[in-house]
C-alpha cells in the first residue's frame, strides 16, 4: 500500500465513524448548517487519522529490531502517510 492508499484509508475508516456519529446527533444541533457539519466531520477524521499515525511513529522501539535502514523507511512511510492526510 502507497502512503497515499494507506492516508485514504485510515481518513476513511475514521470519517465512517464520524459518519455514524453525526447521523446520531443530527437532531441535536437543528440550527447548524449542513455544509459546516460535513467539514466538521471532515477535519475531525483528519485529526484522529493524524493521531494515529503519530501513535504509531512514537510506537516504533528506539532500538531497532530491524536494521537501521528499514526503521528509517518505516518512519518515513508513515511521515509521508501523515503529509497525504493533510492533503485531504
Known amino acids: ?31 447548524q448548517v449542513l455544509s459546516e457539519r460535513r467539514k466538521i466531520r471532515k477535519e475531525s477524521s483528519k485529526q484522529c487519522a493524524l493521531i494515529a499515525v503519530d ?9 531497532p529490531i530491524i536494521s537501521t535502514l528499514a526503521r528509517v523507511h518505516v518512519i518515513m512511510f508513515w511521515v509521508e502517510v501523515k503529509q497525504e492526510i493533510e492533503k485531504l
Open 1 to 31: 500500500m502507497t502512503p497515499r492508499e494507506q492516508a485514504k484509508y485510515l481518513f476513511d475508516k475514521f470519517y465512517q465513524y464520524a459518519n455514524e456519529e453525526f447521523e446520531d446527533n443530527l437532531n441535536e444541533y437543528p440550527g
Open 55 to 63: 501513535e504509531i511513529i512514537a510506537s516504533m522501539p528506539k532500538e
